[in-house]
């Protein structure tokens, strides 16, 4: 079964740090490339950041350029999501999902294809 596999969230004060992982089970991982997302409450889901297959380019939501920043370790088959400076806006369930393929140069995070996972919480507050 092809599934992603989210984990490291949890609350944290205001400008504090995160850093997500996003693990494959089923497949590997550096064929695609690899978007997250997030969905606050009462809000719909929105595209965070993206990563080619090779790691070579990267796409960020204009909230989060700066703060967040996106990799990946295909020898680990696993992408990364480092958040720094978080804002208790950015608290919301964060998901990662397929976007593109290798066949693509470039990401967007507009778009996603697969089944997601059960996500992972991140909650900023004092």
């Known amino acids: 079964q092809l599934q992603l596999v989210e984990s490291g969230g949890g609350l944290v004060q205001p400008g504090g740090s995160l850093r997500l992982s996003c693990a494959a089970s089923?497949?590997?991982?550096?064929?695609?490339?690899i978007g997250w997302f997030r969905q606050a409450p009462g809000k719909e889901r929105e595209g965070v950041s993206c990563?080619?297959?090779?790691?070579?380019?990267?796409n960020y939501a204009d909230s989060v350029k700066g703060r967040f920043t996106i990799s990946r370790d295909n020898a680990k088959n696993t992408v990364y999501l480092q958040m720094n400076n978080l804002k208790p806006e950015d608290t919301a369930i964060y998901y990662c999902?397929?976007?593109?393929?290798?066949?693509?140069?470039?990401?967007?995070?507009?778009?996603?294809?697969?089944?997601w996972g059960q996500g992972t919480q991140v909650t900023v507050s004092s």
């Open positions: 089923g497949f590997t991982l550096d064929y695609y490339n």
């Open positions: 990563i080619t297959y090779s790691g070579g380019r990267t």
């Open positions: 999902a397929r976007v593109g393929t290798a066949t693509q140069a470039m990401c967007a995070i507009n778009w996603a294809f697969g089944s």
